[in-house]
């Protein structure tokens, strides 16, 4: 049980010590999965995004333009950035989301941390709870099997 106890304070010192360090990583990381559009995990990533937060691109839609899947196909956005999934979509014809997605993901990082930080003070504090409350009932059946030795 305190070793449990010891991992769970020293992961939420780490996390609370590289908080911003993960933040300031979050854009770069974004830019990457466009510049990697073409492989299937970074547009599976990249397109869950944008579907989920109906967003496009980091900071807006003409990110997608200095990529590479964007010099390869000019003047279209893909479909996740227009709501649809399965095929792209055209930058003067179709309606697409207009913000970046990198707010969006920036927020979800800092309510991720917060449930995460709240968890793990709520664990903790049950653990100690535990730890304490065994500690009383070992002491206390000693005392019981003490006294029922005396008699």
């Known amino acids: 049980m305190w070793l449990i106890l010891?991992?769970?304070i020293a992961l939420s010192i780490w996390i609370f010590y590289n908080l911003e360090?993960?933040?300031r990583s979050v854009r770069p990381m974004m830019f990457d999965?466009?510049?990697t559009y073409e492989d299937t995990q970074g547009s599976m990533v990249i397109d869950k995004i944008?579907?989920?937060?109906?967003?496009?691109g980091?900071?807006?839609?003409?990110?997608w333009i200095h990529t590479h899947w964007g010099q390869e196909n000019l003047g279209?956005?893909?479909g996740s950035c227009c709501h649809n999934m399965f095929s792209t979509c055209n930058i003067s014809t179709s309606t697409f989301a207009q913000?970046?997605?990198y707010e969006y993901v920036r927020n979800y990082v800092d309510f991720t941390y917060s449930v995460d930080m709240t968890v793990l003070l709520f664990a903790g504090f049950a653990q100690i709870i535990g730890i304490s409350l065994s500690y009383t009932l070992t002491r206390l059946i000693r005392e019981y099997e003490v006294a029922a030795d005396e008699k």
């Open 33 to 35: 999965l466009l510049d």
């Open 50 to 56: 944008q579907y989920n937060f109906e967003c496009c």
């Open 21 to 23: 360090s993960i933040k």
């Open 58 to 63: 980091v900071d807006s839609h003409l990110d």
């Open 6 to 8: 010891i991992l769970e």
């Open 99 to 101: 913000t970046g997605c």
């Open 76 to 78: 279209l956005l893909p």
